[in-house]
T-cell receptor
Framework: DQQVKQNSPSLSVQEGRISILNCDYT??????FLWYKKYPAEGPTFLIS?????DKNEDGRFTVFLNKSAKHLSLHIVPSQPGDSAVYFC???????????FGSGTKLNVKP | DAGITQSPRHKVTETGTPVTLRCHQT?????MYWYRQDPGHGLRLIHY???????DKGEVSDGYSVSRSKTEDFLLTLESATSSQTSVYFC???????????FGSGTRLTVV
């Protein structure tokens, strides 16, 4: 039973617009969340994180929002660039448990 | 990626044969993980290690075993390969929870 879900397998947006990727989780004990980006034939790379004591974390064009009551997080990319085209995975863990559960990924295509 | 290497990068093997994948790190991280990536399932944890000779099962451990005799090496063995184990396998390392994992480049395994 998947504890972390990404219900949109793919997303297509125009360059310069906002990309919003969504992620839901079922385990209320999760308190640390990550987003990873993956290009074909490469391993996933860390993008941004958020802990449950925050509801927002920003890093340049990337912002992650956490809604604990809804068990939902989202990644916003503004403005989207063609180089952002990749598969994005969200992951969740109980802090200090050092074991992350991943969603199934969302493939983002940013059109020039 | 620098600090973590997987070998081989590609392998084709026959059903019923044993296969060993190797993960090598130069970061001296305590935690090491094996994940498999499959369409629609994302990344699923097979086994992980929290120190030399200390390992534990993940979500999809049936048919797999691991060993860690040195800090730098984590081996994943498919005892008798089956077609359902055709997948891309990723090794990951972690030394600090706040940065999640660093992933290797992956091993594409095909069982025919």
């Amino acid at each position: 039973d998947q504890q972390v879900k990404q219900n949109s397998p793919s997303l297509s947006v125009q360059e310069g617009r906002i990309s919003i990727l969504n992620c839901d989780y079922t385990n209320s004990m999760f308190d640390y969340f990550l987003w990873y980006k993956k290009y074909p034939a490469e391993g996933p790379t860390f993008l941004i994180s958020i802990s449950s004591i925050k509801d927002k974390n920003e890093d340049g064009r990337f912002t992650v929002f956490l809604n604990k009551s809804a068990k939902h997080l989202s990644l916003h990319i503004v403005p989207s660039q063609p180089g952002d085209s990749a598969v994005y995975f969200c992951a969740a863990s109980r802090y200090n448990f050092n074991k992350f559960y991943f969603g199934s990924g969302t493939k983002l295509n940013v059109k020039p | 990626d620098a600090g973590i290497t997987q070998s081989p990068r590609h392998k084709v093997t026959e059903t019923g044969t044993p296969v060993t994948l190797r993960c090598h790190q130069t970061e001296n991280h305590r935690y090491m993980y094996w994940y498999r990536q499959d369409p629609g399932h994302g990344l699923r944890l097979i086994h992980y290690s929290y120190g030399v000779k200390d390992t534990d099962k993940g979500e999809v451990s049936d048919g797999y075993s691991v060993s860690r005799s040195k800090t730098e090496d984590f081996l994943l063995t498919l005892e008798s390969a089956t077609s359902s184990q055709t997948s891309v396998y990723f090794c990951a390392i972690s030394g600090r929870t706040s940065y999640g994992y660093t992933f290797g480049s992956g091993t594409r395994l095909t069982v025919v």
